[in-house]
């Protein structure tokens, strides 16, 4: 199975792709879409949806894992991003149904052990899991190949975690 993981962003929206049999994962491929920070919101969307739109033709993903937005205080940071992971939907709607959502806390349950983990913990798990000589970079790659990993560990109750 493909999976493509995505961590949301308008800036840079991290991705990864891993291969797994469902107990081995093997990353694939992994990196950012950025957009610039001058550029109009409709422009930097555009960009965004094609990205997506290339991504999915190129590797085939099976499923399509998110990471779920959280904002605890910036309101226009958080429009931003959501029209951002909007168009990222709507960009994998279009490949498949196969699309799933996991909380920070549920990824750092799945990835580490432990839902309270810290983002070091988390990228050092995502680096031994994958067998990888490093850690991910940047920050947002390495938490989609963690998204990516979260929808592999979690087979048995994928129907819990679709995007409906």
């Not at 199975?1 to 992994?30: F, S």
């Amino acid at each position: 199975m493909v999976i493509l993981g995505v961590d949301p962003g308008l800036a840079t929206m991290g991705w990864g792709v891993i291969e797994t049999d469902g107990n081995k994962h093997r990353m694939v491929q992994y990196g950012t879409l950025g957009t610039p920070a001058g550029e109009a919101l409709p422009v930097r969307l555009r960009a965004i949806y094609s990205g997506v739109q290339q991504l999915i033709s190129t590797f085939g993903p099976d499923d399509i894992a998110f990471e779920e937005l959280f904002f605890a205080r910036n309101v226009t940071t958080a429009l931003a991003v959501g029209a951002a992971r909007g168009v990222a939907l709507v960009a994998a709607s279009q490949h498949t149904e196969n699309l799933y959502e996991y909380t920070p806390m549920q990824i750092k349950q799945a990835v580490v052990g432990y839902g309270k983990a810290d983002k070091h913990q988390v990228q050092t798990m995502v680096k031994m899991l994958l067998s990888l000589p490093e850690i991910p970079r940047p920050d947002d790659a390495a938490d989609a190949l963690a998204a990516a990993i979260t929808h592999a560990h979690s087979a048995r109750q994928r129907a819990l975690f679709k995007i409906k």
